[in-house]
């Protein structure tokens, strides 16, 4: 178990525009500590998602650099795909396999693939192995989706409010799944969510964004000790705050 702080993942200079040209992030400079989960907050339009897509490879910044180890991770996205695993409803699943079947072709193509984790996740995880995936609760879902991933050993995991919609039990059991492993292996999680009661459980640092800038940042433990207050009073401090000052 890894006790030492990493940061792989860092934010420099960056801005992203939409397709009207309005202004979706403006983010100076930011470091994605681990381990840990690092809860990603802001209403609807914050950022959260255009984040994650350019920290995943999959979207390019107008301006910046968002890099993994000092690499630029849009350049280097076929050598870092692997070591990057972002978990969103847009990404699709083959809907007609079985979760069985469709294991085996990811196992197929992944170049380095862990049984020990998978053993692991199949235990605890409970996914059903003969079920179509297009029959599977939105619960069974994620849980499928972490099982595709931990076994090939990314180094940063991004969760894209998939968690928001399940009951309570299946985000206790997926939260601390992405706690062990974060600890074990030390790879960064971090998961966009406005779910209160999970960042106030699981969280160990906050990065909270409000209309593509970030407003606040921090351990969790530090930021509500130096306010003396709850996390969801917090929140409500700093979306008051005119960006303007």
């Known amino acids: 178990m890894l006790e030492c702080t990493i940061i792989m993942i860092e934010v420099n200079n960056l801005t992203l525009f939409g397709k009207s040209h309005n202004l979706r992030l403006d983010i100076p400079a930011l470091k994605f500590y681990s381990p840990g989960i690092t809860a990603l907050v802001g209403h609807n339009g914050a950022g959260k998602s255009s984040l994650l897509r350019l920290m995943s490879g999959l979207e390019k910044s107008n301006t910046g650099l968002v890099s993994y180890l000092g690499k630029d991770i849009f350049k280097d996205f076929?050598?870092?795909?692997?070591?990057?695993?972002?978990?969103?409803?847009?990404?699709?699943?083959?809907?007609?396999?079985?979760?069985?079947?469709?294991?085996?072709?990811?196992?197929?193509?992944?170049?380095?693939?862990?049984?020990?984790?998978?053993?692991?996740?199949l235990k605890d995880l409970s996914v059903p192995p003969d079920k179509r995936i297009d029959k599977l609760s939105r619960?069974?879902?994620?849980?499928?989706?972490?099982?595709?991933?931990?076994?090939?050993?990314?180094?940063?995991?991004?969760?894209?409010?998939?968690?928001?919609?399940?009951d309570t039990d299946s985000r206790r059991i997926i939260f601390k799944k992405l706690d062990s492993y974060s600890y074990d292996t030390g790879a960064q999680v971090v998961v966009a969510t406005n779910m209160i009661e999970d960042i106030e459980r699981y969280a160990t640092d906050i990065i909270l964004l409000k209309k593509g800038k970030v407003i606040l940042q921090g351990a969790l433990d530090n930021i509500k000790e130096e306010h003396k207050t709850n996390f969801e009073e917090i929140i409500r401090i700093y979306e008051r705050k005119d960006l303007q000052l």
């Open 78 to 121: 076929e050598s870092l795909k692997e070591k990057i695993h972002l978990i969103s409803w847009n990404l699709e699943l083959y809907q007609g396999l079985t979760t069985k079947d469709h294991l085996k072709l990811i196992k197929s193509v992944s170049k380095n693939w862990s049984v020990e984790i998978e053993n692991a996740l």
């Open 139 to 166: 619960g069974e879902q994620v849980r499928f989706r972490l099982l595709l991933s931990l076994p090939r050993k990314p180094m940063v995991i991004l969760l894209d409010e998939v968690t928001n919609e399940l």
